[in-house]
C-alpha cells in the first residue's frame, strides 16, 4: 500500500506547510522526497514502510504524485513524437519507390514554372556611329515586329526601345551623330550623357555601327577613328565594351566574312580590333531582309553582347562613379547630422 493512504486531513495540513516554506526549503526538500521515494522502491518492504510514513507526514507524497502525472504527460508526447518519424520514414521511403510519378506530374503541370525561370536576364545596348553607317537600321533589326521600332528620319536625340525575344528583354539605346560634326561639343556631351542616363545603370556593350570596308562607292568609314571618338566621350574605360558591327554585307561580293575582310584589309580594321580586343560583326541590315534573316542577326550580335556581360558586367561611366560617392558621403553627413540631433533631444 502506497503512502497516500495516510491521514487525509494531516497530510493536506503538511503539504500546506511544506508548500508555504521559501523556495530555498522548497526545493531542497523536492530533491531529498524523489531521492527517498525513488530509492525506497528496491528496498524490502520491512525497512519501506518508514520511508513512505516520511513522505506521507511531509507532504511529499502529494508532491510526488503531481510530478508523476508530470511524467507520464511527458512520456506521452514522446510516444507520439516517436509514432510521427515511424509515419515520416514511411511516408519518405514510399515516396522515394516512386519518383518517377513526381517527374511525371512535374513535367505535366510544371511548364509554367519551366518558362519563368528559363528566363534570361535583360541586355542593355547603345548604338554608335558615324552617319551612314546604318545604326538606325541596325536598331530596327533588333527591334524586330516590335512596336518600338525606331522612327524613320534623322535622329535628333537619344532614344530607348525595348524588345523581347528568345526569354531575354532587349533595350536599345539609338543616338544621333555623336561621333561626327553636325552636333557641337556641348550637345555632343549632354547627348552621351543622355544615352547612359537611358541605359541605367549602365549598358553592358557599345555597339559602333560602321559601314563595312569596300561596301559603298564612297569613303571608307575608318572604325579606328570612331574607336577614339567614343573614348573621347565614355572615357578609356569603355574600350573593353566597344563591339564593332560592319554593314552591309550584302554589298561585299566574295568577302562576305570578316576574316576575308581581315585578309584584304590594309591595316585599319586590323588596328581597330587591337585596339578594343572584340572580333567584329558582319550583319546585313537591309530593311527588306526577310524575318528569319533578321532573327539570325539578332541572335549573332545578342551572343556576343552576352559574352561580354558575362566576361565585364556592364560598364559604368567614371563621372557616375563619383556621383555615388558624393552621394555616399552627403547621406553619411545627413546620418550624423541626424544621429546629433537626435542626441541632443
Known amino acids: ?88 520514414r514511411f511516408i519518405v521511403g514510399f515516396s522515394s519507390r516512386f519518383k518517377w510519378v513526381a517527374a511525371v506530374i512535374r513535367a505535366i503541370a510544371g511548364s509554367d514554372s519551366t ?16 552617319t551612314g553607317g546604318g545604326r538606325t537600321s541596325l536598331a530596327n533589326t533588333l527591334l524586330g515586329n516590335s512596336e518600338t521600332r525606331t522612327p524613320i528620319g534623322p535622329l535628333m536625340e537619344s532614344t530607348k526601345r525595348r524588345t523581347a525575344m528568345d526569354g531575354r528583354d532587349l533595350t536599345v539605346i539609338d543616338t544621333p551623330d555623336l561621333l561626327g560634326t553636325s552636333m557641337g561639343s556641348d550637345r555632343r556631351a549632354s547627348e552621351a550623357l543622355r544615352s547612359l542616363q537611358l541605359a541605367s545603370p549602365g549598358p553592358h556593350a557599345f555597339l559602333l555601327v560602321i559601314r563595312a570596308p569596300d561596301s559603298s562607292e564612297g569613303t571608307d568609314q575608318d572604325a579606328t577613328q570612331a574607336i577614339q571618338a567614343v573614348l573621347e566621350l565614355f572615357g578609356e574605360g569603355a574600350v573593353e565594351y566597344i563591339i564593332p558591327v560592319l554593314t552591309h554585307a550584302d554589298r561585299l561580293g566574295r568577302k562576305n566574312t570578316v576574316d576575308e575582310l581581315l585578309k584584304v584589309d590594309a591595316g585599319r580594321l586590323r588596328r581597330a580590333v587591337s585596339l578594343c580586343g572584340q572580333k567584329p560583326e558582319l550583319v546585313d541590315n537591309r530593311p527588306e531582309l526577310p524575318s528569319e534573316a533578321q532573327g539570325v542577326t539578332w541572335r549573332q550580335l545578342v551572343g556576343h553582347v552576352t559574352e561580354v556581360m558575362e566576361l565585364r558586367g556592364h560598364f559604368v561611366h567614371e563621372l557616375q562613379r563619383r556621383e555615388d560617392r558624393i552621394r555616399e558621403e552627403l547621406l553619411a553627413d545627413m546620418a550624423s547630422a541626424l544621429a546629433r540631433k537626435l542626441g541632443h533631444m
Open 1 to 88: 500500500m502506497e503512502c497516500q493512504c495516510e491521514n487525509y486531513n494531516s497530510e493536506n495540513a503538511a503539504s500546506a506547510g511544506w508548500l508555504g516554506g521559501n523556495s530555498v526549503q522548497m526545493g531542497a526538500f523536492t530533491v531529498v522526497g524523489y531521492l527517498l521515494y525513488r530509492f525506497s522502491q528496491t528496498l524490502p518492504a520491512l525497512i519501506r514502510w518508514p520511508i513512505r510514513l516520511f513522505c506521507s507526514l511531509t507532504g511529499l507524497s502529494a508532491l510526488w504524485g503531481w510530478v508523476s502525472r508530470l511524467v507520464g504527460t511527458l512520456r506521452g508526447i514522446q510516444s507520439l513524437f516517436k509514432w510521427l518519424s515511424r509515419i515520416w
Open 115 to 130: 518558362s519563368s525561370s528559363s528566363q534570361k536576364p535583360g541586355l542593355r545596348l547603345i548604338l554608335l556611329g558615324p
